[in-house]
């Protein structure tokens, strides 16, 4: 299993150790163990260009994720999930208006992110399936949270 991550913001400290500990755990429990993963932090006018560009919103977000294993050419390396792009901006605010820390928070959208490598969906979908989702992210966050 290969976790790269890489760190282009200056706004919070990133822990890439623990990051990566926590995510081969998470890919472990999904069942997603021997797949490779990108995890990259960017800054809230980087997300913005990512999310204008490939999903037409011209805000910025808080994570996004990109599916190596679907679309036309999905099965050219199937050892490898895809990237998870996080706005440590995004994430910061986030957190301080929710009330807890920024590490809860990253690990909840890199969580949020990998759902949506492995088919998750709470967008354009069904309430059942939204539901499907939030559930399995609470589940893992439970999880993950209690050995971060």
Do not use: W
């Not at 200056?10 to 999904?30: G, V």
């Not at 999930?81 to 996080?86: A, F, K, N, P």
């Amino acid at each position: 299993m290969n976790i790269q991550i890489d760190n282009r913001q200056k706004c919070i400290k990133i822990d890439k150790r623990r990051i990566r500990r926590l995510s081969a755990r998470l890919l472990k429990l999904i069942g997603c163990s021997p797949k490779e993963l990108s995890i990259t932090f960017v800054d809230d006018p980087a997300i913005r260009t990512i999310n204008r560009e490939y999903l037409g919103k011209d805000k910025p977000t808080n994570v996004i994720s990109f599916s190596l294993l679907e679309g036309e050419y999905g099965n050219i390396n199937p050892d490898v999930l895809g990237d998870v792009v996080i706005s440590a901006e995004t994430a910061l605010r986030d957190a301080r208006e929710g009330h807890y820390c920024v590490d809860e928070e990253i690990l909840f959208l890199i969580i949020h992110g990998v759902l949506h490598l492995t088919g998750y969906n709470h967008e354009n979908t069904t309430r059942a399936n939204a539901l499907k989702m939030k559930r399995k992210e609470r589940e893992l966050f439970r999880l993950l949270a209690d050995a971060g």
